[in-house]
C-alpha cells in the first residue's frame, strides 16, 4: 500500500484505472483528496479488482474505488472499521452490482440513503435570528455535530476542515441561551448548494426551528440549485425539505461498513 505524497501522483494511478466499465465512488479533484495529501493520510493500493483510495479519518478508514474487475476477490487487508458508499442512479446497474460485490467480500450494508433537488429559485427570511459561528466556536459546533451524527457513517468533518468551513460562513446556528440548538453545515461548489448536515437539539425538534435554518441556507447560497442527501427512512427530513421545494431526483446509495462494528448507530 501507498502513501501518497502530491496530487499529481494520485491523478498518475487514477489514469491508469479510470476507462469504460470501470465502476467508481469517487471523481478525484485537488479540492477533494489535497488534505489528505497534505495531511499523509491518504493511502492506495492496486489489486486485481482495481484501485483503491483509503484516507485515515482517525476512529475510520474512508474507502474510494476504482473497480473494473468483479470476478475476483477484492485482494486488500483493510484496516478496521472501513466505510465507503456507493451512489447511483436507477440506470446504473454496474454500481448497484457493486454493492453486491462489496457485501460478498465481507462489506455490510448498514444504511440507505436517497438525495433530494431544489432548482434555483426564491428564498425566505428567516422567522429565527441565526448566527454565523467564527473559528473560535470551532470546538462547540464540532462538539455538537458529533452529537448528531455517526462517527461512522455521518461524513463529519475533521476539525481541520471545520476551521476551513467556519472561515467561509459554511455554518449557520440557532442559539437560545449561549447553547447551539440547531445547526446547518453545508457546501458550494459552483452553482450548487449541498447541505452536509442539519440537525435540531433533541429537545427541541419538531418546534418548528428547522424551517428556519433552511430559509438561511438558501439565502446564504443566493438561491441557486441544491442538493440534500438525507437517510432513506427518516421521513421527518424528507418532509421538512419537501415543505422548502426539494424532490427525490431518483439518486440513492447505500452505505457499508468492514465489518459491521458491535453496537454501530448509522
Given at each position: 500500500m501507498e502513501t501518497i505524497t502530491a496530487y499529481e501522483d494520485l491523478a498518475r494511478l487514477v489514469t491508469g484505472h479510470f476507462h469504460r466499465g470501470v465502476r467508481t465512488n469517487t471523481m478525484v479533484s485537488p479540492e477533494e483528496y489535497g488534505p489528505a495529501i497534505a495531511a499523509g493520510t491518504l493511502r492506495a493500493q492496486a489489486t486485481p479488482a482495481g484501485l483503491l483510495l483509503l484516507r485515515d479519518r482517525g476512529d475510520h478508514t474512508r474507502l474510494t474505488f476504482y473497480l473494473g474487475d468483479l470476478t475476483v476477490p477484492l485482494g486488500a487487508e483493510l484496516p478496521p472499521p472501513t466505510v465507503t458508499e456507493v451512489a447511483f442512479r436507477p440506470r446504473d446497474t454496474g454500481l448497484r452490482e457493486t454493492v453486491s460485490?462489496?457485501?460478498?467480500?465481507?462489506?455490510?450494508?448498514?444504511?440507505?440513503?436517497?438525495?433530494?433537488?431544489?432548482?434555483?429559485?426564491?428564498?425566505?427570511?428567516?422567522?429565527?435570528?441565526?448566527?454565523?459561528?467564527?473559528?473560535?466556536?470551532?470546538?462547540?459546533?464540532?462538539?455538537?455535530?458529533?452529537?448528531?451524527?455517526?462517527?461512522?457513517?455521518?461524513?463529519?468533518?475533521?476539525?481541520?476542515?471545520?476551521?476551513?468551513?467556519?472561515?467561509?460562513?459554511?455554518?449557520?446556528?440557532?442559539?437560545?441561551?449561549?447553547?447551539?440548538?440547531?445547526?446547518?453545515?453545508?457546501?458550494?461548489?459552483?452553482?450548487?448548494?449541498?447541505?452536509?448536515?442539519?440537525?435540531?437539539?433533541?429537545?427541541?425538534?419538531?418546534?418548528?426551528?428547522?424551517?428556519?435554518?433552511?430559509?438561511?441556507?438558501?439565502?446564504?447560497?443566493?438561491?441557486?440549485?441544491?442538493?440534500?442527501?438525507?437517510?432513506?427512512?427518516?421521513?421527518?427530513?424528507?418532509?421538512?425539505?419537501q415543505r422548502r421545494g426539494f424532490v427525490p431526483d431518483g439518486r440513492r446509495s447505500v452505505v457499508l461498513c468492514y465489518p459491521e462494528k458491535e453496537g454501530m448507530k448509522p
Open positions: 460485490y462489496l457485501t460478498a467480500q465481507g462489506f455490510v450494508p448498514v444504511l440507505e440513503r436517497l438525495r433530494l433537488s431544489r432548482p434555483a429559485g426564491e428564498t425566505g427570511e428567516p422567522a429565527l435570528p441565526l448566527s454565523t459561528p467564527a473559528p473560535e466556536a470551532l470546538s462547540s459546533v464540532q462538539a455538537f455535530l458529533q452529537s448528531n451524527f455517526s462517527p461512522l457513517t455521518g461524513c463529519l468533518p475533521n476539525r481541520e476542515e471545520l476551521d476551513r468551513d467556519l472561515r467561509q460562513g459554511r455554518v449557520l446556528t440557532l442559539e437560545e441561551g449561549g447553547a447551539i440548538t440547531g445547526l446547518l453545515h453545508f457546501s458550494l461548489v459552483g452553482n450548487t448548494g449541498e447541505i452536509r448536515h442539519l440537525a435540531v437539539r433533541s429537545d427541541l425538534r419538531g418546534t418548528g426551528r428547522t424551517r428556519p435554518l433552511l430559509d438561511g441556507y438558501l439565502r446564504a447560497i443566493g438561491g441557486v440549485k441544491s442538493v440534500v442527501w438525507t437517510r432513506s427512512d427518516d421521513l421527518a427530513a424528507q418532509t421538512a425539505y
